[in-house]
């Protein structure tokens, strides 16, 4: 199964994303992840992504587009992935579109998590994630069960996002308005889309996109 996950930074596409890839042992794939790696490593691609990720701007599309397109020939991916990050604009949506069809794959789900964007720079403030195996924790309302460890792998060690400042959320949130934004009627004519309320608790949330599975997964067979 092949699953994109849409939605303004802060909605939850991580952590959802890691509660999906568990449960049916398909690749979790964040961008974000991917250029924060490259940043830490000091690689030339890090370089070249570290200020617009500061500045909450998009990294070039043909970066991102041959980022993808060697991710999913990868071995974990045979079961499928979830994309989460990618696309963020037409271009990369119409380049997705080419890499499926060139590789015989399938795209199965577009879910979109909608949450307005009042909640969301609080949400952001909040969140914080485990420095050795990346799970996603929030202090308002994601702690983990045992204060200061790791629920998935023990480490005592977590990490804040550089970009999860007041500032660079701004401008995160304006480019997902003009940029990411028109994905959304570019799926639903391909009748691929399906809205989640992301409002909701975390549960909740994971049941909604559960059920939303379910029901493509009878109708695909
Ligand atoms: P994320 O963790 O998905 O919020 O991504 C963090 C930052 O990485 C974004 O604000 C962008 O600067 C960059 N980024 C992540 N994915 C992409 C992408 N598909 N295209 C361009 N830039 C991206």
Do not use: W
Not at 7 to 33: C, F
Request: aromatic letters at 6%; hydrophobic letters at 35%.
């Amino acid at each position: 199964m092949n699953i994109i996950f849409l939605g303004p930074p802060g909605a939850g596409k991580g952590t959802q994303s890691q509660r999906l890839a568990k449960k049916y042992g398909i690749a979790p794939i964040s961008t974000g992840d991917m250029l924060r790696a490259e940043v830490k490593a000091n690689s030339e691609i890090g370089k070249q992504a570290q200020e617009i990720m500061n500045a909450g701007q998009l990294v070039p599309d043909s970066l991102m587009v041959s980022m993808i397109q060697k991710r999913v020939k990868a071995d974990d991916c045979k079961n499928g992935f979830i994309l989460d990050g990618f696309p963020r604009n037409l271009e990369q949506a119409k380049a997705l579109d080419k890499m499926f069809s060139e590789q015989n794959l399938t795209l199965n789900v577009v879910l979109s998590l909608k949450v307005d964007e009042s909640a969301l720079a609080d949400r952001i403030a909040g969140r914080f994630s485990c420095a050795q195996c990346g799970a996603s924790y929030n202090k308002y309302f994601n702690k983990p069960k045992h204060e200061g460890e790791c629920d998935s792998c023990g480490s005592h060690e977590f990490i804040h996002r550089k970009d999860d400042n007041r500032e660079t959320v701004l401008a995160r949130l304006e480019t997902y308005r003009n940029q990411t934004a028109p994905l959304l009627p570019y799926y639903e004519k391909k009748n691929c889309l399906f809205i989640i309320d992301g409002t909701k608790d975390i549960n909740e949330v994971g049941q909604e996109i559960d059920e939303v599975l379910k029901k493509i997964r009878i109708q695909q067979g």
